[in-house]
């Protein structure tokens, strides 16, 4: 087992992008519940320093998770054979906002492994179209045997 995951999990990077638009906040705050005015409502939000609505943050988690998903698709084609499974977020920061309309790209890099307690280790970084970093996040994944 440990062979395996330092083989195919060691050095892994995925990336995911998408473009965020009003109809994915709005699916998201009937999906979550979170109905706050900062995702829902321009008219109030066009006075505030952020001059219009903005993505939830647990929108990002989101993309986060599908990059993971394309790590764990990556380590496949490497020949991993294991189950793994999200143990969760740690660090995780909103750093800037993010509007209908942006570009982002979530890059999901590995950085460590705990190959005793099959664990690793990802950075995580979300940015936008202009390069700007929008989350972060340290991504724990527990990789079982099937």
């Known amino acids: 087992m440990?062979?395996?995951?330092?083989?195919t999990v060691t050095g892994l990077v995925a990336s995911y992008a998408t473009t965020v638009g009003h109809e994915d906040i709005a699916r998201f705050t009937g999906l979550s519940g979170d109905d706050y005015e900062a995702h829902t409502d321009?008219?109030?939000?066009?006075g505030s320093r952020f001059g219009g609505i903005i993505a939830h943050g647990a929108l990002l988690v989101g993309?986060?998770?599908a990059a993971g998903t394309k790590a764990i698709r990556e380590a496949r084609l490497r020949g991993n054979t294991t189950v793994p499974v999200s143990l969760g977020y740690d660090r995780l920061r909103f750093v800037a906002p993010v509007y209908p309309g942006d570009r982002l790209t979530v890059t999901y890099r590995v950085r460590g492994l705990d190959l005793e307690r099959q664990r690793s280790v990802a950075d995580i970084e979300v940015t936008n179209q202009s390069g700007t970093v929008v989350a972060v996040a340290e991504h724990l994944m527990k990789w079982l045997q099937s």
């Open 42 to 46: 321009a008219g109030a939000m066009a």
């Open 2 to 7: 440990a062979d395996e995951l330092s083989r």
């Open 63 to 65: 993309y986060m998770s």
